[in-house]
Structure formats: structure tokens, C-alpha cells
């Protein structure tokens, strides 16, 4: 009698193209993507499956590969990763609902169905926990809510079909019942748990605030008395980056959300008195300084414009360190993030006082991208390894490799003396009289020196410098265009505060940041 019912409902129920079902399944997975995305904006404890796939390929991929895809696609690597997992799940999407599809006995297929959407919760479970993603209730709900979406849609059976058993010859009325009253649990839960996410949502929104506040500075940052000798310049890069502009450089696609009310700083590692800092303990348990400081990017080319300089307020990170109490043989502190990324400095540059765990940027909270609440900044080394998204600190007596370390790129990571020309662009006309202007750097050493030079490098000639913002940021440079008229190539080199003049020799940003002259050609009229 079974299969003979069965077999009718087989035959009653036309079976749809390989090609229609096939998109049908890319249209559930798409739509079980963008539901764990959307709630994961919306709770903000529901980690992206794609991105942790991403996180995973990102731990695995050996050193080599993973810098020659750099070197040869920049930051369009990440990118490219991005879009092919996402093809890949959508992909599997596809072929899952064929095989769905091919299966003619709808008991067989609702059980299959079943079977799918445990695999894809116990798989999105496994990812969100071992690519360091966080996890809440609320991804064990929204995990389960997409599988049964996507496996629903794509097998073309109930929930209550997933979680019956098939009819059996002499079923009784009160078996009947039992399957009709798992069928409505079934659907209860799944509406129940949409609901609540729906729910959620709305009370967050209701609940939402002005944006997140910060405690003023003990020490405020404040700007040196205006230059007025310094020549405005059109195309010079101000002083002070306004944050929308500031550059943005990590292994993350999709920026984490962190909510600062349960975020926790963990002070751990070698120290007599392991603690937690919560975002308000952080802003109010230390004196409260504010830094100009300019940041760049070990993968930033020679002229590139991975470089940026905001006002920073944070807490002086000797202090944080202080209050735990180092061990006798600490050598460096270890830094991780909230996904997963880590990295290490040395413990003579952790109690340096420019060396801060920052929650300010010009002004305002750090944005998410920058690493809301708290990241820090280390003046003289490069970005990456002022670790965002901050979580721990732990001082240890060994040297500790970071994520980018082990991928080849310097341990050191020691900001170089370099300058850059702004204005004019390149293959620009230009009328005389006319500037040339732009920004040198050199970590924390300082510069006192800019010259250009008309002839290829065999005589030189000073501009001018802007008087000196902070100690830790680039100073503005500008001179005049030589007369003369026609095709014009000038170089640009930089003297840093200890005398050290910027190398000429090229090299590429691997593995410890480019070097050479940045030049510009242009026109005069």
C-alpha cells in the first residue's frame, strides 16, 4: 500500500527541468546567504558562513601562495577569494537541488531533505567555531531557519513531510494524530523562530541610540599654531585625514560587528594578575590620551596611497600592562582580534608611551573598519601590525609569529623613510609660476629634510616643510617649479630625524615595505 501510494503521488507530481531546479537551488542557497547576512546586522552574533569558508582557505593556503596572489592582484586577491566561494556555495546550491529533484519517491525525498538541512546546520555550526566566529543562540536559530529554507525550497516538501514518518500499512487514527501534531510542532518552531528573529530585529531598531560616545581626553591632542609660510597647494593631502578618506587595509571582506555593551578585552598571558576590561573600564580606568599619528601599509607602493594620518584618543598600553603586572621574562606581547588574526610586537615598544589600545579616531568612536571598540596603534611599524578588532593581550617569553610573519612578510616590520609627490599629477600641463607639493614620512623618527631633484638625481634642491604636526606623523613638503618649459620629470627624497636619507634603491613591498624615489612627469607651459 505504500509504495503503491507512493508511486501515485510520484506520478501525480510532474517532475520540474534539471536546468529549472537547478536554479531553483541557487535562488534557496542565495536567499539562506542573505538571510544569515541580514541577521547577522541584525543581532550582530551570527557569523557569515561564506566569510568563515573565506577564513578557513585563508589559514590553509600556504605562505607562497598566499604572497604571490598579493604581489600579483593586490588587495583584488581577497576580493576574488570572496566572489569564488560565494560562486562555489551557490554552485553547490544547484546541484544539491538536482539531486533533490532526481529522487522520484517524495517520503524518500523529505527524508533527504531532512538529512540536508541537519548538514548544513551541523556544517555552518563548525565554521562559525573554528574560524574563531563567535557563538550565540541566536546563530543556532539562524543557522537552522536558513537549512530548512534553503532544503524546503529545494526539495519541494513540507517541514511536517521532513519530520514524519512514512505511512505504513494498518497506521491508526492515533498514529495519524501524533504525525499530524509533530507536523504542527514542526511548523510552530519554524515560524516561532522567525518570529523572534523578526522580533529582534525590530526591538533593536527601537532600541537604537545615538551613535556610541567617548570619554574625552585627559591629554587632548592640540594642533600646532596654522603655518601661514606654508603655501596652499590644490591636490595636497591635508594634515589631518578626515576618517571617511582614511585608507583600509585587512584579511576581512566583511567587516566584524562588534557590540561594544559584551565586548571584553582579556589581559592574559604572563602577568600576576590576569583581568578583563569592558569598553566603559577601558575609557575610564586609565589616563585618556589623544596622538596625531600617521599609519601606512606594509603593502603600500613607493607613491601609493595605503597611508593616512587621523587624531587617535585611547589609553597608553604600559599602563593597561601595568595594572596586570608583567612577568620577569615577558620579551613581547601578542595581540588577537576578534576573527582570528593575531600579531606581536616587542616589549621595549609595548611601554613606549605613543604605543596606545585606541577606541577614539579624530574624534569620534573607531568605525567598524578601522576596528570598533578598540585596535592598536604602534607608531613606526606598519599597519598590520596594529591589530584591530582587539580581544586579548598576552604577554609571553617567546617570539610569536604573526598571521602575516608566517606568510613570509618582515617580523620587524619597520616603517622606512619615504615621500611621495601630490601635486601636480602626473602628465598634468602646468602654468608657471606653479608648486610642487606632498607628504614625507618616516614612522616615529621624524623628517627634516625634503628635496627634489630636476635632473635625474644629480643635484638636489630643498622645499619647504610645514612646521611638524606630531613627532609620529608626516609632514607636508612644497617648492616651486624650476622656470623653464616643456616635459619636466622631478624626484622626490626625504631625511628622517636621525639623519637617515631615504634609499633610492627600488624594492617591492614584500617583505618589508617598498622603497625608492617617487617621481612625477608633467608638462610645463
Not at 596652499?232 to 555593551?261: H, M, R, W
Request: hydrophobic residues 45%.
Amino acid at each position: 500500500m505504500t509504495i503503491a501510494k507512493e508511486a501515485v503521488q510520484a506520478t501525480a507530481e510532474p517532475a520540474p527541468s534539471r536546468r529549472r531546479q537547478f536554479l531553483t537551488g541557487v535562488v534557496a542557497m542565495a536567499a539562506a546567504m542573505a538571510f544569515t547576512y541580514a541577521a547577522g546586522i541584525v543581532l550582530g552574533a551570527v557569523p557569515y558562513p561564506p566569510e568563515r569558508v573565506v577564513d578557513v582557505i585563508r589559514t590553509i593556503i600556504p605562505g607562497g601562495l598566499a604572497t604571490a596572489t598579493i604581489e600579483s592582484f593586490k588587495h583584488w586577491g581577497l576580493r576574488a577569494l570572496f566572489i569564488a566561494v560565494h560562486a562555489g556555495l551557490l554552485l553547490l546550491g544547484g546541484v544539491g537541488a538536482v539531486r533533490l529533484a532526481a529522487i522520484p519517491s517524495p517520503g524518500r525525498r523529505a527524508r533527504a531533505a531532512f538529512a540536508v538541512t541537519v548538514g548544513l546546520f551541523v556544517a555552518s555550526l563548525v565554521l562559525a567555531v573554528t574560524a574563531g566566529g563567535g557563538m550565540a543562540w541566536p546563530a543556532l536559530l539562524v543557522y537552522a531557519v536558513a537549512a530548512y529554507g534553503y532544503a524546503r525550497v529545494s526539495a519541494g516538501v513540507s517541514l511536517g513531510r521532513m519530520l514524519e514518518p512514512e505511512v505504513r500499512e494498518g497506521e491508526t487514527p492515533l498514529d495519524a494524530m501524533r504525525r499530524s501534531r509533530r507536523s504542527f510542532l514542526g511548523r510552530g518552531v519554524a515560524l516561532g523562530g522567525l518570529a523572534l528573529l523578526a522580533g529582534a530585529g525590530v526591538s533593536k531598531f527601537l532600541r537604537r541610540g545615538p551613535k556610541v560616545r567617548i570619554v574625552g581626553a585627559t591629554k587632548p591632542f592640540t594642533p600646532p599654531a596654522p603655518d601661514a609660510t606654508f603655501p596652499q597647494v590644490a591636490g595636497l593631502s591635508p594634515e589631518i585625514t578626515p576618517t571617511a578618506d582614511f585608507y583600509n587595509v585587512d584579511i576581512d571582506f566583511l567587516k566584524p560587528s562588534v557590540d561594544s555593551a559584551t565586548w571584553r578585552l582579556s589581559i592574559e598571558g604572563l602577568v600576576t594578575s590576569p583581568y578583563e576590561l569592558s569598553y566603559t573600564q577601558l575609557q575610564n580606568g586609565f589616563e585618556v590620551v589623544e596622538m596625531a599619528h600617521t599609519l601606512t601599509c606594509i603593502s603600500n607602493d613607493v607613491g601609493g596611497n595605503l597611508i593616512s594620518t587621523a587624531v587617535w584618543r585611547g589609553v597608553r598600553l604600559k599602563d593597561v600592562l601595568a595594572k596586570a603586572g608583567l612577568g620577569p621574562s615577558v620579551s613581547e606581547i601578542v595581540f588577537k582580534s576578534t576573527e582570528g588574526y593575531s600579531d606581536s610586537i616587542p616589549l621595549a615598544k609595548a611601554m613606549e608611551d605613543t604605543t596606545l589600545v585606541v577606541f577614539g579616531m579624530n574624534g569620534d568612536a573607531l568605525p567598524k573598519e578601522h576596528g570598533f571598540p578598540a585596535r592598536i596603534i604602534v607608531p613606526g611599524i606598519y599597519g598590520m601590525k596594529n591589530v584591530k578588532w582587539l580581544t586579548s593581550i598576552a604577554p609571553v617569553d617567546h617570539h610569536y609569529r604573526g598571521y602575516w610573519e608566517v606568510r613570509g612578510w618582515d617580523d620587524v616590520a619597520r616603517v622606512k623613510t619615504e615621500s611621495r609627490i601630490d601635486a601636480p599629477a602626473s602628465a598634468d600641463s602646468v602654468h608657471l609660476p606653479g608648486k610642487l607639493a606632498g607628504v614625507a614620512w618616516a614612522g616615529d623618527r621624524g623628517i627634516v629634510k625634503v628635496e627634489v631633484s630636476d635632473d635625474a638625481g644629480a643635484t638636489w634642491r630643498p622645499a619647504v616643510l610645514k612646521r611638524e604636526l606630531s613627532p609620529v606623523a608626516w609632514r607636508l613638503w612644497a617648492t616651486d617649479i624650476s622656470p623653464g618649459t616643456g616635459p619636466r620629470r622631478v624626484l622626490v627624497r626625504a631625511t628622517d630625524g636621525t639623519g637617515e636619507i631615504q634609499t633610492s634603491q627600488p624594492a617591492a613591498p614584500h617583505p618589508s615595505g617598498a622603497s625608492g624615489y617617487d617621481f612625477v612627469t608633467f608638462q610645463v607651459v
